[in-house]
């Protein structure tokens, strides 16, 4: 079971220990230079860095001698270029590219509002669940002398299933959004205005479904690591989950609001879980949809 005693122990002089200072600095240093530039992006840009930074302190700290860190390292690494890779490709390291739901979030609350949230939550809160969902890394170095077993393998086939997932949802939106551009460009008419093929046929968030579903694959390296099923390093996934939740309905609302014709796409495809596609007549209302 998890617990404050759990949690100090992986403060206490250990690699992960130092990957949370690394954390705590780069929230301050992510804060102030928000306070700069006027934009939040700077966690964005972070996102997809940490997870690696993290991991490969601990793999460093121990030579990249055991076997479950040394490949848990690995997968993240793949995870972290390949998210990367997709954040630069829209943009998300130019100047301006800051996600627009932090900016309706900041006309939802008004500039001293935002900047409450900002100091409490957005850059500390943020980068603590980072720290969060990367930690079974902590659990697999306590018990770096427990042999792989066959729960590391379905971990790792598990993980690299969903990065592959996210990786054709990714690029599903992107090729339908440049086509989109293009076409608005040439004075076309775009019908949905929003993605409705491949992957999204099952779910409208396949790639959200991917990401959530990804770093529950990475907690089970902790649970075969040391035979424990619950333990403090399930706050990170189940934070993450949450997290992405909120994110999803405060996202099909705004994007209820800017496409009329949206609803009745909610009305039969499912928001996270892929599934075949429902008649609406046997589809369930959701909340705040």
């Given at each position: 079971m998890f617990g404050l005693d759990s949690l100090n122990n992986a403060l206490s002089q250990?690699?992960?220990g130092t990957a949370l200072e690394v954390c705590l600095a780069l929230a301050l240093v992510a804060w102030v230079v928000s306070l700069?530039?006027?934009?939040?992006?700077?966690?964005?840009?972070?996102?997809?860095?940490c997870p690696p930074i993290y991991c490969l302190i601990v793999a460093f700290a121990i030579g990249f001698q055991d076997a479950r860190v040394a490949l848990m390292t690995v997968l993240v690494v793949l995870w972290g270029a390949r998210l990367t890779f997709n954040f630069a490709r829209k943009g998300g390291y130019r100047r301006g590219g800051e996600d627009y739901r932090w900016g309706h979030v900041r006309e939802r609350l008004g500039p001293a509002g935002f900047q409450v949230l900002s100091i409490t939550f957005i850059h500390p809160g943020q980068m603590l669940l980072i720290w969060l969902f990367t930690s079974p890394v902590h659990r697999a170095w306590q018990f770096r002398d427990a042999p792989l077993g066959w729960v590391d393998y379905l971990a790792a086939g598990l993980f690299l299933l969903f990065v592959v997932g996210e990786t054709v949802a990714d690029g599903q939106m992107w090729r339908f959004q440049q086509d989109k551009k293009r076409r608005i460009a040439a004075g076309e008419e775009v019908d949905p205005p929003f993605i409705t093929t491949g992957l999204y046929r099952y779910c409208r968030r396949p790639?959200?479904?991917?990401?959530?579903?990804?770093w529950w694959a990475f907690y089970l390296f902790a649970v075969s690591a040391s035979g424990e099923w619950l333990h403090w390093t399930i706050l990170g996934p189940l934070g993450l989950t949450l997290q992405f939740i909120s994110s999803v309905r405060m996202t099909?609302?705004?994007?209820?609001?800017?496409?009329?014709?949206?609803?009745?796409?909610?009305?039969t495809v499912p928001a996270l879980i892929?599934?075949?596609?429902?008649?609406?007549?046997?589809?369930?209302?959701?909340?705040g949809e």
């Open positions: 250990t690699p992960f700069f530039t006027g934009e939040v992006a700077w966690i964005d840009r972070l996102w997809s860095l790639n959200y479904f991917c990401e959530i579903a990804l099909e609302e705004i994007t209820a609001v800017r496409y009329p014709g949206y609803r009745d796409h909610q009305s892929p599934l075949p596609k429902m008649r609406k007549s046997d589809s369930m209302p959701v909340p």
